[in-house]
């Protein structure tokens, strides 16, 4: 069974610093990974996908890792602004119906 | 294109009662899914389906039933409501043949509290 998981919890850092979340998964035959992010009470933004034969993807500050055969990714935010405050989730697809199996999240709080 | 929409957006039952939550997308996607989040936690999928006419279960099974009688509707029953029940539900759907593209997309989701 599919077991992910995020470190840390939560985090907290002051506006302009550079930070780095970390996912971690148990099985390695994994389809694709997705981080997103969940604003309070709201849903779930697609924030990057990285298909299995990828290392990286990148999208404006954000640029996410994924090394599969040691069951890592990570998440790196660049010069972080009060408005990146949310909570990331990382989620890997496997199975036979290509379904999510989700971290428990890592609530980010950015400073002014 | 509305992408995902979910109805009701809140719901309080009182233990006992049934409803329905009904999911849309316009996306043409094959595959939907139904999942719950409980706090401090990350989505778990309940059912899920791979076409129109099918389902299957997900991790958290017990105590819902799904339907998907259309292609683009994915209905989630709770048939006797418990409070452990009470939880914030997601729909999400998946899989374009035409852009052969497993990316998920979600709904804003249903928060649904039994008393």
């Known amino acids: 069974k599919q077991e992910v998981t995020q470190i840390p919890a939560a985090l907290s850092v002051p506006e302009g610093e550079n930070l780095v979340l970390n996912c971690s998964f148990t099985?390695?035959?994994?389809?694709?990974l997705q981080w997103f992010r969940q604003d309070p009470g709201k849903g779930l933004t697609s924030l990057l996908l990285?298909?299995?034969?990828?290392r990286e993807q990148t999208s404006g500050r954000l640029n996410a890792s994924l090394d599969k055969s040691s069951g890592r990714s990570t998440l790196y935010i660049a010069a972080s602004q009060p408005g990146d405050s949310a909570t990331y989730l990382c989620?890997?697809?496997?199975?036979?119906?290509?379904?999510?199996?989700f971290g428990s999240g890592t609530q980010l709080t950015v400073l002014p | 294109n509305a992408g995902v929409t979910q109805t009701p957006k809140f719901r309080v039952l009182k233990t006992g009662q049934s409803m329905t939550l009904l999911c849309a997308q316009d996306?043409?996607?094959?595959?939907m899914y139904w999942y719950r989040q409980d706090p401090g936690m990350g989505l778990r999928l309940i059912h899920y389906?791979?076409?129109?006419?099918?389902?299957a279960k997900g991790e958290v099974p017990d105590g819902y039933n799904v339907s998907r009688l259309k292609k683009q509707n994915f209905l989630l029953g709770l048939e006797s409501a418990a409070p452990s029940q009470t939880s914030v539900y997601f729909c999400?759907?998946?899989?374009?043949?035409?852009?052969?593209?497993?990316?998920?997309?979600f709904g804003p989701g249903t928060r649904l509290t039994v008393t």
């Open positions: 999400a759907s998946s899989y374009s043949v035409q852009r052969s593209s497993y990316e998920q997309y």
């Open positions: 099985d390695s035959a994994i389809y694709n």
């Open positions: 990285i298909q299995s034969s990828q």
């Open positions: 989620a890997v697809r496997s199975g036979s119906a290509r379904q999510l199996t």
């Open positions: 996306m043409n996607h094959e595959y």
């Open positions: 389906s791979v076409g129109e006419g099918t389902t």
